[in-house]
């Protein structure tokens, strides 16, 4: 069965380090979503490419985070540098549309847990 | 701004019984509705996805329904087992802000 991809599964760095997570979604799926989840919440949408381009990036943190799909397939997402604050669960998602149009279900990976000391 | 809520935030049942969580949200512009299931440290596996012209969908023992008008989704779990304890959330697909908006989950424990 057909899964989204991420790595690391777990990432402990210290503050003011850079990181980076990697997602690769479900083959063919042309939306990628990224999330962060914050313990006892619910996901909080950070970017969402279709293909390669950007269609939502508003709630980015863009002094510190960035995001790419160079290729319109796999995905990066950086944090430099990370913040106490940013301690979360970072959940890369993928859906054959956008998740608005159609039966297009959002599939979701297995996350990174990210811990900043 | 749309806001999803769920009701109730945590629920213990006995192994068999048949329970519902709720899900609201504020604004009726949605474009469809998704149940998830989190595992602890886990990701969110899909459970049903219900289309804004939908009332229901069925998935064996889960039926989860939808009145837009009212801003409201149910999820029914019938005969619920150990199996069953996990994180329940819903998320909209939010026609004003064009993104998905979840709610913060219920967490379910079936006891044995």
């Known amino acids: 069965e057909a899964e989204v991809a991420q790595s690391p599964r777990y990432k402990i760095t210290e503050k003011s380090q850079a990181v980076a997570f990697w997602c690769d979604p479900i083959s063919g799926h042309a939306t990628l979503y990224w999330y962060r989840q914050i313990l006892g919440q619910g996901p909080e949408l950070l970017v969402q490419f279709q293909d390669e381009s950007v269609v939502d990036d508003s709630q980015l943190p863009k002094d510190r985070f960035s995001a790419e799909r160079l290729k319109g397939v796999d995905s990066t997402l950086k944090i430099q540098p990370a913040e106490l604050g940013d301690s979360a669960m970072y959940l890369c998602?993928?859906?054959?549309?956008?998740?608005?149009?159609?039966?297009?279900?959002?599939?979701f990976g297995p996350g990174t847990r990210l811990t900043v000391l | 701004k749309q806001e999803v809520t769920q009701i109730p935030a945590a629920l213990s049942v006995p192994e068999g019984e048949n329970l519902v969580l709720n899900c609201s949200f504020t604004d009726s512009a949605i474009y469809n509705l998704q149940w998830f299931r989190q595992d602890p440290g886990k990701g969110l596996t899909s459970l049903l996805l219900?289309?804004?012209?939908?009332r229901e969908q069925t998935s064996g023992r889960l039926n989860a329904s939808l009145d837009k008008s009212s801003g409201r989704s149910t999820l029914y779990i019938a005969a619920s087992q150990p199996g069953d304890s996990a994180t329940y959330l819903c998320a909209v697909w939010d026609g004003g802000g064009f993104k998905t908006i979840f709610g913060a989950g219920t967490r379910l424990f079936v006891k044995a």
């Open positions: 998602a993928s859906s054959a549309g956008l998740a608005g149009g159609g039966y297009n279900e959002q599939f």
């Open positions: 219900i289309q804004s012209s939908q």
